[in-house]
């Protein structure tokens, strides 16, 4: 992060957990990551469920929402999907697309994630678009090819570095508590960033924020956070309490104003 004009983010994905319950919690992480506004966005994406109710609970923070999902069309005959519109209407700003377990579990393609993420822009949402490798892909030495792949394909044509976040997370290190080492990451982060500006042009590039995702937890957060083209976290487990989260970018923020390195 060093010299960038990217301020960071740290999003929790709350994936299929929290119910009425859970908006205490929220409301404490909200609370906590006031202290952190100036250097880093913070958002939750919790159950689509839940979305309006914490907008109301967090009220006066600067806690951003966001959904998980969305469907392309913005209304119409399609039972149990939600559209980028509902999100915006619930009180989101963003929308988590082609997640790993949605691309398996939902059969989601990176052509059907671009689909979505237009439809988050017709719709004002910034579109995070997750990509990632399986292990079986990093062992055969198809990681950059699989993750260049899916970032050509998931990316719409009206992407610009303020609509679009990527978050690149390694399906192996998804809940695992293993992660790639620094290098990896670097690496993987600079290769998409290459490509972005191919694509897109440098200015879109430059200002288009990547983040690392896959077992981000209070005690490698510094570490991580901190590799250079890494601006920010997606985190799954450790955002789930504020305890977690807190301490996450806590860490992030005092290792944020070191110099950034490639190793750790
Ligand atoms: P994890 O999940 O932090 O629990 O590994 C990350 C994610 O799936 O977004």
């Known amino acids: 992060m060093a010299g960038s004009i990217r301020k ?15 908006l205490d919690e929220a409301r404490k992480i909200a609370e906590g990551a006031q202290s952190f506004a100036d250097s880093v966005d913070v958002m939750l994406c919790p159950p689509a469920t839940l979305i309006a109710r914490m907008d109301l609970r967090c009220a006066g923070t600067d806690l951003l929402l966001g959904g998980q999902d969305c469907h392309h069309d913005g209304s119409g005959a399609h039972t149990g999907d939600i559209s980028a519109e509902m999100l915006v209407d619930a009180g989101a700003s963003a929308v988590i697309l082609g997640h790993s377990e949605r691309r398996v579990d939902h059969k989601e393609t990176s052509q059907a994630v671009a689909e979505k993420a237009a439809a988050a822009h017709r719709a004002g949402l910034t579109a995070l678009v997750c990509v990632g490798e399986t292990d079986i892909e990093r ?3 198809q990681a950059d090819n699989v993750v260049g792949e899916q970032v050509r394909l998931s990316l719409p044509q009206t992407t610009t570095g303020q609509n679009v976040v990527i978050a690149y997370e390694p399906v192996w290190a998804i809940g695992t ?9 670097s690496e993987m982060h600079g290769v998409m960033r290459n490509m972005l500006a191919d694509r897109f042009g440098e200015a879109v590039a430059a200002s288009m924020r990547i983040l690392y995702g896959g077992s981000v937890k209070p005690g490698n957060a510094a570490q991580l956070l901190r590799i250079d083209n890494v601006d920010g976290a997606l985190v799954g487990g450790a955002s789930l309490t504020a305890k977690d989260f807190l301490a996450i970018l806590g860490a992030y923020v005092s290792r944020a104003a070191e110099p950034a390195a490639a190793e750790a």
Not at 10 to 22: C, D, L
Not at 177 to 185: E, K, L, R, Y
């Open 8 to 22: 960071p983010l740290v999003a929790g994905n709350w994936k299929m957990n929290g119910t009425s319950g859970s």
């Open 139 to 141: 062992r055969s030495g």
């Open 177 to 185: 508590g293993v992660t790639p080492t620094t290098n990896d990451i």
